[in-house]
């Protein structure tokens, strides 16, 4: 009914609009056919019999409007006062008119209608658009400003309990973040419970975490649990165009709380209004400031025996108020972490059990697999398998379409309707195997889960390296590993193809590695010449090295360039002594496109037993032209003429030795 409403608002405007164009045309045209003349002058041509025909319209006390035709076509319009003997002169002269009826009252008003049409228009818009902003609110005293003056009115929406319900038993991978809510549920179920013994409930909760962890989820699912109103509202709902609405919302959404009272207000990205005071990089928040004051002043007078429980998620528990955290606000903080092994099985399962699944299906092959995952991630790859199994009219969710859903959410989409040019093929192969040599050459790099030269996202080829378990911190050695590898794919290009022919494939290793050594340098204390000192600073990226002088951001950089150096070195170094393995893994990935990290091993062992890709070994010969001569390959030779290649057969024929005659002898 609320959009039925709105579309017959906007189709009377339109026309209203209509309605004012059309007149304006038509007495544009009119205008346009009977241009005014004066009295005197339609009198002189009257008398001179030059007027045909005339319409008269009007009485002996307003007057006359005249309209009529010369004699040579042309119209023309005037006005006579009342006395004139108009009729006298006209019946005088033989001129034929015509006497209407008088419509002066019915003109006068749409006159009247005409003028007020244009300021009724431009209010009519305004209400709309303004509407149209502030009109967005729930149920339950979430009007969300419902008319063009509730600006100051809070947008946050009522759940209910009307809609689906949410329990703790739809929340998986973070067993001590349900504890600790607990008590939560407990409080708002038998709040007596608690009051007799003296103790307080927390009168805020802040729930910090990565991205995708289920904060908003957990928050419904303790809603869900108490059965109790949930109203939910973003940060950036606060902070308008006009100062003074968002404190004028604060104060709105906790009246909502305490007429709902027990319930749940969740504030999700708080970071967005709850940022430190004066930390931007000049310029002022003062219309934040002032929202973050009232959010203050609100959470500070609650009383818990209101049933009344603030809770509020962000990705950047850092950038937050300090006084937005003390105790008394939100003076408890649940981290909400990427969910660990058993964690990403458990979440993996209450997603696939909705799912049509065969019997191959193994959660814990696929947990193990995705280390660092969000539960949103996991999610993904669920609903993406489902797609796959779908687009092959399939009536099961089988492990293979698990396994390519997980490729894609971690390396993106194939593209293999993307052309690429021989030479590209094997520039592609040769960085691949570059990164791929040196990653099974150093001992702390994490073991490599896929190489490929399938285009896949915004990237021609890669080489996906998965750590064997749940890394909590990372130590020199493995950094150092991660460097060298970044080098591996630019420095295969250069020894391959020579100098002049490296590519800009390189740019997000490069980028990356530099990245990396700056870390090193300024926040990880990795450096020997500076020593563990932090140089970061967090709070105001632009100014990141301001803080120290020019003589030490002259180290910094020269310590940067020092670790990098060295990574390459490392790396070129490897790949000089494995050339070999470099030159058979890029043979092998033109021939194959894809290969898994058992299946390289299987290759250097000379055990590899893989099916052809359609096309794929035919080309490896040729392809080969692009090399340097440096690193021969077997049976290849290059006609410098031509510049094609020369394969040589694998099997020579015997060469019978002729006796040498006497001619041949004087030759000799």
């Not at 928050?219 to 003074?244: H, K, L, Q, T, Y």
């Not at 120290?548 to 670790?563: G, H, Q, Y």
């Amino acid at each position: 009914m609320k959009n039925m409403g709105k579309n017959v608002f906007i189709w009377i405007l339109l026309f209203l609009a209509l309605l004012f164009v059309s007149q304006m045309m038509v007495d544009a045209n009119k205008s346009a056919m009977y241009p005014e003349k004066t009295y005197s002058l339609v009198r002189e041509k009257i008398r001179s019999g030059e007027v045909v025909n005339l319409e008269i319209e009007g009485t002996e006390l307003r007057g006359f409007q005249l309209k009529g035709k010369f004699s040579d076509g042309s119209g023309f319009s005037s006005y006579a006062i009342a006395g004139e003997n108009l009729i006298e002169l006209l019946e005088a002269n033989n001129v034929n008119f015509n006497i209407e009826k008088d419509s002066s009252q019915v003109s006068s008003l749409w006159l009247t209608i005409l003028n007020w049409l244009p300021i009724i228009l431009l209010i009519g818009v305004w209400i709309y658009f303004m509407r149209q902003m502030h009109g967005g609110g729930g149920k339950g005293g979430g009007a969300g400003g419902g008319g063009p003056f509730g600006f100051g009115k809070s947008r946050s929406k009522l759940m209910d309990g009307s809609g689906k319900k949410v329990t703790l038993n739809d929340v998986a991978g973070m067993e001590e973040a349900k504890e600790e809510v607990t008590e939560i549920i407990d409080f708002l179920k038998t709040p007596a419970k608690f009051q007799k013994l003296g103790a307080k409930i927390p009168r805020g909760v802040l729930l910090a975490g990565p991205p995708g962890t289920g904060k908003t989820l957990l928050a419904r699912a303790i809603a869900g649990e108490a059965g109790v109103p949930f109203f939910s509202i973003s940060g950036s709902d606060f902070v308008e165009m006009f100062v003074g609405v968002g404190a004028s919302r604060v104060r709105d959404m906790f009246e909502q709380g305490k007429k709902n009272a027990p319930c749940i207000i969740f504030i999700d990205e708080i970071d967005a209004v709850g940022r430190k005071r004066s930390s931007g990089m000049g310029g002022s928040h003062e219309e934040r400031e002032q929202t973050l004051n009232q959010l203050l002043v609100e959470m500070d007078g609650f009383d818990t025996n209101e049933g009344v429980i603030i809770m509020a998620a962000t990705n950047r528990a850092d950038v937050l108020d300090p006084a937005l955290l003390r105790p008394g606000r939100f003076d408890r903080q649940i981290v909400v972490p990427s969910p660990d092994v058993a964690g990403r099985e458990a979440i993996l399962e209450v997603h696939l059990k909705k799912l049509p699944l065969a019997p191959d299906v193994e959660p814990q092959i696929i947990a193990r697999g995705t280390p660092g995952f969000s539960g949103a991630e996991l999610a993904n790859i669920a609903n993406e398998a489902a797609l796959i199994a779908a687009r092959r009219n399939k009536k099961m969710i089988t492990m293979r379409e698990l396994e390519e859903a997980k490729d894609k959410v971690m390396m993106g989409a194939e593209r293999r309707s993307l052309v690429m040019s021989e030479e590209e093929k094997a520039l592609t192969a040769y960085h691949e195997a570059g990164h791929a040599v040196v990653a099974m050459q150093c001992p702390a790099s994490d073991p490599i889960h896929k190489a490929t030269i399938i285009p896949r996202g915004r990237a021609l080829g890669l080489v996906m390296r998965l750590p064997e378990r749940d890394r909590l911190s990372v130590s020199l050695e493995k950094l150092e590993a991660d460097l060298a590898v970044a080098y591996g794919g630019r420095i295969a290009e250069e020894m391959i193809f020579g100098e002049k022919a490296v590519t800009t494939g390189a740019q997000s290793d490069i980028s990356m590695a530099t990245n990396l050594a700056t870390n090193m340098v300024m926040r990880w204390g990795l450096s020997k010449e500076l020593g563990p000192i932090d140089f970061s600073d967090d709070n105001d990226a632009y100014f990141a090295k301001q803080k120290v002088s020019a003589s030490t951001k002259k180290k910094i950089d020269e310590e940067i360039k020092l670790i990098l150096d060295k990574a390459y070195k490392r790396a070129e170094a490897i790949l000089k002594k494995n050339s070999a393995q470099l030159e058979k893994l890029a043979q092998a990935l033109l021939e194959y496109e894809t290969l898994s990290g058992d299946e390289i091993k299987e290759l250097f062992a000379g055990k590899l037993k893989k099916q052809r890709v359609g096309g794929g070994a035919g080309k490896a010969a040729e392809i080969r032209i692009l090399r340097k001569s440096n690193i021969p390959s077997k049976g290849v030779v290059k006609d410098v003429k031509s510049k094609k290649p020369t394969v040589k057969s694998a099997k020579k024929k015997p060469v019978t030795k002729k006796p040498a005659t006497k001619k041949d002898s004087k030759k000799k």
